[in-house]
């Protein structure tokens, strides 16, 4: 059973960055799309970012467009997230997870097999 290990999260200013990052403990994650979910306190989980197994295609929920990008390195077997503009309605706990499928690069949750266990982000001043 792979293992997602979520990193970075922490407190941050508006206007500040951050860039998190999640460590897979097995081989296989390099051949899996990607992807970050956020879920505030009170609220639905809400898709963030999503990648390919190659690099490429990325895709980007609008409410972060511009201000967060995904990437991925393979050869230590971790994905990133950059976070930058942070805004207070950021504040999340963050989730990376993989998806065993590579012919889409998908944005919706229920697509992704393994989880991590998430990393606390709060934007306040």
């Known amino acids: 059973q792979m293992q997602l290990v979520e990193s970075g999260g922490g407190l941050v200013q508006p206007g500040g960055s951050l860039r998190l990052s999640c460590a897979a403990s097995?081989?296989?994650?390099?051949?899996?799309?990607m992807a970050w979910f956020r879920q505030a306190p009170g609220k639905d989980r809400e898709s963030v970012a999503a990648?390919?197994?190659?690099?490429?295609?990325?895709r980007i929920a609008d409410s972060v467009k511009g201000r967060f990008s995904i990437s991925r390195d393979n050869s230590i077997r971790t994905g990133y997230l950059q976070m930058d503009n942070l805004k207070p309605e950021d504040t999340a706990v963050y989730y990376c997870?993989?998806?065993?499928?590579?012919?889409?690069?998908?944005?919706?949750?229920?697509?992704?097999?393994?989880w991590g266990q998430g990393t606390q982000v709060t934007v306040s001043s």
């Open positions: 997870a993989a998806d065993v499928q590579q012919w889409k690069v998908s944005l919706d949750p229920d697509d992704y097999e393994y």
């Open positions: 097995e081989r296989a994650f390099n051949s899996y799309n």
């Open positions: 990648i390919s197994w190659a690099g490429r295609p990325t």
